[in-house]
């Protein structure tokens, strides 16, 4: 994690791990907050949601198993049991993987989005749904 406002190459890359594993397992509704320069628990927060608590699991445990490979040490996960909301902490990366209802009651995006609502991006291939969809 960098002090300063760009994050490092390998936080860029672990960003890209994550958002490219997401994809390929079907999140929906993937969101990349930067933080670097703005807090120093991660340079980027992702938010992404299942569309069920077997699904939500599933891409935790890939997920896992990807930062693992690249990094050489497993993230840290709390929430895989029940899977409503999974944290995954891999470091430079925080991840929150949720079930739709449960990332609503809590929409994490708007209390770290720092004010600015456009810093939160989704990802170019996952868009968020249109309202009331």
Excluded: C
Aim: charged share 20%; no cysteine; proline share 7%.
């Amino acid at each position: 994690m960098t002090g300063g406002p760009a994050a490092s190459a390998e936080a860029q890359a672990l960003h890209a791990t994550i958002l490219q594993s997401l994809d390929d397992d079907q999140a929906v509704e993937t969101v990349s907050i930067p933080l670097a320069g703005k807090s120093t628990i991660a340079d980027y927060m992702v938010i992404a949601s299942g569309r069920s608590s077997r699904q939500v699991s599933s891409m935790a445990s890939k997920l896992a198993e990807k930062v693992k490979a690249q990094t050489g040490q497993g993230p840290k996960m709390e929430g895989l049991a029940a899977a409503d909301w999974v944290l995954i902490d891999a470091g430079d990366v925080i991840v929150h993987l949720f079930r739709p209802e449960v990332r609503s009651f809590y929409n994490l995006e708007r209390m770290w989005a720092f004010g600015d609502e456009s810093a939160a991006t989704a990802s170019p291939s996952n868009p968020p749904a249109p309202p009331g969809a």
